[in-house]
């Protein structure tokens, strides 16, 4: 991947594109770590967002 996060729309953009990296894992415990790590992100990212303005993430967690 390669890929430097800087910031958190970075973050998302990784979060969405690592269950797509999941899928084509061959072993199933590494897809298992994408999948966490996918997760983890996506967990990060969203309480940075709410850290910085907390309406902002209470409107991002009704999509979620």
Do not use: N
Not at 15 to 31: C, F, T
Not at 39 to 53: I, M, N, Y
């Amino acid at each position: 991947m390669g890929q430097s996060i800087t910031s958190v729309v970075d973050m998302v953009s990784l979060a969405g594109d690592l269950p797509r990296a999941a899928k084509q894992a061959g072993a199933p415990e590494l897809a298992e770590k994408i999948q966490r790590s996918a997760a983890e992100l996506e967990k990060t990212a969203l309480a940075r967002v709410s850290q910085a303005g907390p309406g902002i993430g209470a409107l991002l967690d009704t999509f979620a």
